[in-house]
Each structure stands twice: as C-alpha cells, then as structure tokens.
C-alpha cells in the first residue's frame, strides 16, 4: 500500500481525525501494516501489551472468552482504533481480538502511540470520550448477553 494510500486510511481513524499532516506522516513510517485472515487472532485476552492497531478494512470481533460460550462484547468497524485501554492501562489485553473477514491493520507501537495523544490535547479528549464510550456500549453488549 503507498503512503498516500495510508495516509488516507490513518486520517479516517476516529481518534487521529485532527492530527497534522506531519503528524500523521510520522505514525505511518514509524508504524507496521498487516494483512489479517478470517478467523485469525491480531491478539489474545492476557497477551503483553506493546502496541495499539487501526482498523483500515474488514471486520472483527472483540471477545471475552468463557468456560462455556465465547462473549463478542465489540464489533469495531473501519475507522476503529481498538488496544488501546492495554496500552493505556499498562496491563495485559482482557479480551481477544478476531478476524471476521479479510482485513488491513495499523500497528502503532505504544511509546508512539502514547507519545501522540499526551502531546496534543485535543486527542486526549477524544481519547477520553472513545473509551467512555467504548465501556457503555460494553456493558450495553454483556446486559443483552446476561438478560436475553
């Protein structure tokens, strides 16, 4: 994919909207892109957490994994940054990430990424609100799996 291409896709990520076109240029040569099959895992609940990715095409879903039937709690769609409680908690992953289609990710080390959101306030906000509102729609997801 060029760098044009990417650029693109990074600057339809929700949270990096209001980045620079410097900005922007930096995360895409400092970061790696994967291509990801159905059904393969970007990540394991209890993994080490050394990076966050940007959803740029297909479809996943997040999972808490049980005993006896596996919770999808999330289904972020492109445009979707999705590790980022992790890098930001500094603990391991507390839930698995599936493929559910041919998909494209950005991986963005933590350093960087962490680096990028306290250096310009208004992502930080935007972080906050994305996590908000990501712990809603979470609790949302698991009273539905509990109650129906």
Known sequence: MTI?????????LELFESLGSAQLKRLIFLSKHYQIQPGEYL?????????VFGVL?????VILPSQDEDIIVDKPKCGSLVGEMAVISGGPRNA????ESHSEVIEID????????????AIAKKM???LASRLVNSNKMLESKTNG
Do not use: W
Request: proline residues 2%; glycine residues 4%.
């Open 57 to 61: 095409v297909g479809e996943f879903s």
């Open 128 to 130: 906050m609100q994305l």
């Open 43 to 51: 990540f394991h609940k209890g993994d080490d957490t050394d990076s």
């Open 96 to 99: 698995s990430m599936r493929s």
């Open 4 to 12: 044009d291409a990417n650029y693109e896709l990074l600057r339809k």
């Open 110 to 121: 933590s350093e960087l990424f962490l680096e990028t959101i306290t250096s310009n306030p």
